[in-house]
């Protein structure tokens, strides 16, 4: 495995990289773009991105814990089984992007946007969604709590994958 611990990125733009089972850690990235990149299976941990984009970025078990992420765009990724928990976020957009299986636990955020993702079985415990707009995403399968949920938006179809939560069965 690469290791890559206290190194500051400022202003670098990533394309084309494949850094695949490797451990960041302490690492700040600021003001730096990824496109087609692959992160699979890559852990960040205690990680700051400041005004960083990513696009079309594979991210399949991508471990970002206890990252801190300000005015940070995910569009057209492949994030499925990946892991955010513990994490601070302000100004986080997620865009066109595969979120299946991904833990999204114990967050605290600001201005969150999930616009036409997939999280299909995504998990959302102990992170709070009020006035978060999820009409746009596919939710089969989501887990979250009760408290978790409440306050969120959604469309009349979502809410029968919700009824789940509120111990109705539907026949």
Do not use: P, W
């Not at 066109?96 to 959302?124: G, P, Q, T, W």
């Not at 596919?138 to 789940?164: F, H, N, R, T």
């Amino acid at each position: 495995k690469d290791e890559f611990i206290n190194i500051d990125f400022s202003k670098v733009e990533f394309r084309g990289i494949n850094v695949i089972d490797s451990i960041f850690e302490k690492v700040s990235f600021v003001n730096c773009e990824f496109e087609n990149c692959n992160f699979s299976n890559t852990t960040f941990e205690n990680v700051s991105f400041i005004r960083c984009s990513f696009k079309n970025c594979k991210c399949t078990g991508t471990m970002f814990l206890k990252s801190r992420f300000d005015t940070i765009d995910f569009k057209e990724s492949n994030l499925c089984y990946s892991n955010f928990s513990l994490g601070v976020m302000n100004q986080i957009d997620f865009k066109d992007s595969v979120m299946r299986n991904m833990y999204f636990e114990e967050n605290r955020h600001k201005k969150l946007v999930i616009d036409n993702c997939d999280l299909a079985c995504a998990s959302f415990f102990k992170t709070k969604l009020k006035d978060i707009d999820l009409s746009t995403n596919i939710i089969s399968g989501i887990i979250i709590g009760y408290e978790d949920i409440k306050g969120a938006v959604i469309d009349s179809m979502q809410a029968i994958d919700l009824m789940g939560l509120l111990g109705v069965n539907i026949k």
